[in-house]
């Protein structure tokens, strides 16, 4: 019997700890935000092997678990190759604990991507996008953020 335990136990862990992490288009990213109508979005784009990116996670995750009565949803999209999901990406989400959404771009070209999210984004990340389809506002950002600068974000767009 305690052997049947310990590999439920062992299978538990294992299955918990499996980060779900999912391949995602701009169309897709579209079609999620324009579904979501009285939601507002926080959608960051960031990377692992990005020092600021990985630094601000924690603002988001706090942010995503602080407002869990409030619809706000927010959506960590990885810029890493997506050859790099495997390897890269779901050991870091499942190290650091993510719970919110991750994704990773699956786009063929990133220039295209990069333009169609905003056209002032040069690129550089960290990088965030504010959507709420309810009010028409939406705000984009190219810079690190701090937990309270994102509740004043989160403000201004109400």
Known sequence: MKKYIVIFFLLFVFFE???????????????????GKDT??????WATWCGPCV??????????KDSM?????????????KSKLQSQVIPFVSKN???????????????????????????????TLFVNKDKNKRAFFEKEFTYQELITTLENLK
């Open 97 to 127: 604990k993510l719970q919110s959404e991750v994704f990773v771009i699956n786009e063929p070209d990133q220039q295209a991507f990069i333009e169609k999210v905003d056209k002032k984004w040069s690129g550089a990340i960290p990088a």
């Open 40 to 45: 507002t979005y926080v959608v960051n784009f």
């Open 17 to 35: 700890t499996k980060a779900q992490v999912k391949l995602l288009t701009l169309k897709e990213l579209d079609a999620r935000v324009a579904k």
């Open 69 to 81: 009565a409030t619809p706000i949803k927010v959506l960590l999209v990885s810029l890493d190759f």
């Open 55 to 64: 630094e601000e996670l924690p603002n988001f995750e706090k942010l995503q």
